[in-house]
């Protein structure tokens, strides 16, 4: 994923099915649009991305238990609206849809970032009525999809998309992380017309990596060392694009 977490606390660092999660981002404008929402970071992911500086969460366990959080969450009713399932990835977890379903009971909307390489889990949550909100990170194209994420099943993320986009019940958002050293503005291009080709019509957010001696990424990157073309980019790609 592609922001910092905040830690809520520091527990005993134990297993993630006893303490699942990272850490608790207690409020965000920002990460559910239209509401005012926390975030819930899942310790554990099912890729390396170079880009990735959030390397803490990726390789390292859980420190915050599911009582911890929903005793968090209980407390805030009335305050905030959403939570955000974020990480890590929070696919990866076997407890999610129950935790989930506990989250709903309380009131809250649910937003769930996502790789997309759980298209199974993804399915289950949307059949359950559990998800209202869906970001889905389309990391590379498939000729590229393994040297970046470290993954060699673009298949799975591919159903993935093609899942949520030939569905209307939730909202959702595809967008990439960009780094120059790792994808060109072909690249981007590429991904922007697979996506129109496979239904998607929403807008398609381009966030730029960050990277740097004071903020660390998984694959040691630099800063992003060349600008991107925007305005060539947006003449050219058949989705609307937002770059932040």
């Known amino acids: 994923m592609t922001r910092s977490a905040t ?56 420190a915050i238990g599911e009582e911890q959080a929903l005793a968090f969450l209980r407390k805030r009713k009335g305050l905030l609206e959403g939570v955000v399932f974020s990480g890590g990835e929070a696919t990866t977890w076997p407890g999610l849809a129950a935790f989930m379903t506990k989250v709903k009971a309380l009131g809250y909307a649910i937003k769930l970032d996502t790789n997309g390489l759980r298209p199974d889990v993804i399915a289950r949550l949307i ?21 970046i994420t470290g993954a060699s099943v673009f298949a799975r993320f591919a159903r993935s998309l093609d899942l949520l986009c030939g569905q209307d019940r939730i909202p959702v958002e595809v967008r990439s992380t960009i780094h120059s050293d790792l994808l060109g503005e072909d690249d ?5 017309r697979d996506l129109s080709r496979r239904g998607y019509r929403g807008t398609y957010a381009l966030q ?3 990277a740097g001696p004071d903020r660390p990424t ?20 058949p989705l ?4 932040r």
């Open 7 to 62: 830690a809520q606390g520091e527990g005993a660092v134990a297993g993630r099915a006893i303490s699942p999660f990272h850490a608790i981002t207690p409020f965000t404008m920002l990460d559910y649009p239209g509401r005012i929402a926390c975030i819930l970071w899942v310790a554990g992911c099912n890729m390396r991305c170079l880009y990735c500086h959030n390397p803490q969460i990726v390789t390292g366990k859980g």
């Open 127 to 147: 059949e359950s009525n559990l998800l209202d909100r869906v970001a889905l990170d389309y990391k590379a194209p498939r000729h590229k999809f393994r040297a």
């Open 188 to 192: 981007i291009l590429d991904m922007a």
């Open 208 to 210: 730029r990596a960050i």
């Open 218 to 237: 998984l694959g040691d990157l630099p800063p992003n060392p060349h600008p991107f073309d925007t305005v060539r980019l947006a003449r050219l790609s």
């Open 240 to 243: 609307e694009l937002t770059v």
